[in-house]
């Protein structure tokens, strides 16, 4: 037998209403009466009907995610991210990988554009659509948009910090998690010997360090792993994720914090 909205409305004891707001994500209703509903959603095995709710709110209940390439080791991190915060309001998520080509990125945007999707989030350097349709870019701070972007000054400032007079040395892959941070980073002359030696997007190399200098590893919660006595750099990818969707979904119902540029903060952490 189909389970229904009122068979969550008795399970919960509240209205149908009720539910029905709870599943757009109503910040109206307190957090006690939430959790009593997603219980009885969990344990009943709800599903709503997400034609039927689009049909009646004029929404989609969809959001399209673009990143240049799914397969980066962060991406699983960072939709995780997403989804922690959007399947709490019943939205979901439709990933598209672009591959920095301009013709399949474009195409991608037209064909989630006519499936009336509510919003996007873009993390893979391109423009905001034209349209007029909620978005959030995840990346470098531009003017006229909302974006979510790591603090990069802080980052600098932490290695600086750690460096405490000695000189930085910057080694950067092709997929760098913090590009840009070159340009930050102290470049006077050393005034103690040794060297902080960042490795960004890469593994360390051992080859010419000296027990005066301290290895530094830019990474994820997940990727990759640190050797034993070097510090990480943590690139934020879950909170991108959780941030990035909280700012969309208020632009997208209209109310609560919109501000145009959220800056996440990494953290320097030592070697265990």
């Given at each position: 037998m ?9 399970a919960?004891?509240?209205n149908?209403?009720t539910?029905s707001?709870?599943?757009r ?15 009885a ?14 049909l009646?709110?004029s929404?989609s209940?969809?959001v399209?995610v673009f ?12 939709l995780a991210?997403?989804e922690?915060v959007l399947?709490r309001?019943?939205?979901?998520i ?19 554009l006519?499936r ?5 989030i ?6 905001a659509?034209?349209?007029?349709i909620p978005?959030v ?28 007079g ?9 997929n760098?998690?913090?590009?840009g941070i070159g340009?930050?980073?102290?470049d006077?002359?050393?005034k103690?010997?040794g ?11 051992e080859e010419g ?11 994820t ?18 909170e991108?994720?959780t941030l990035s969707?909280r ?5 997208i119902?209209?109310k609560?914090?919109?501000p ?13």
């Amino acid at each position: 037998m189909r389970v229904t909205m009122s068979d969550v409305a008795r399970a919960a004891q509240v209205n149908k209403a009720t539910v029905s707001r709870v599943l757009r994500g109503d910040a109206r209703i307190s957090p006690a009466t939430v959790e009593k509903v997603w219980a009885a959603i969990k344990e009943l095995g709800y599903r709503p009907d997400a034609i039927a709710r689009g049909l009646s709110s004029s929404r989609s209940d969809t959001v399209g995610v673009f990143l240049e390439d799914i397969s980066l080791p962060w991406a699983a991190e960072y939709l995780a991210g997403l989804e922690r915060v959007l399947s709490r309001h019943g939205v979901d998520i439709i990933p598209r990988a672009t591959g920095g080509d301009p013709q399949q990125r474009y195409n991608a945007l037209s064909g989630l554009l006519s499936r009336r999707v509510d919003g996007f989030i873009l993390f893979d350097n391109g423009p905001a659509p034209e349209a007029d349709i909620p978005s959030v870019i995840v990346g470098p701070k531009r003017e006229g948009g909302h974006t979510v972007s790591v603090d990069l000054g802080s980052a600098a400032s932490q290695l600086a910090r750690l460096a405490d007079g000695r000189a930085v040395e910057l080694h950067q892959g092709e997929n760098p998690f913090f590009p840009g941070i070159g340009a930050l980073l102290p470049d006077d002359a050393p005034k103690k010997k040794g060297t902080v030696r960042l490795f960004d997007g890469l593994l360390p190399q051992e080859e010419g360090t000296s027990p005066d200098d301290t290895v530094v590893i830019s990474a994820t919660r997940r990727c990759p792993a640190v050797p034993p006595g070097a510090w990480k750099l943590y690139w934020p990818a879950f909170e991108l994720g959780t941030l990035s969707a909280r700012l969309l979904l208020n632009i997208i119902q209209g109310k609560g914090v919109r501000p145009q540029v959220v800056s996440v903060l990494p953290a320097l952490t030592g070697p265990l």
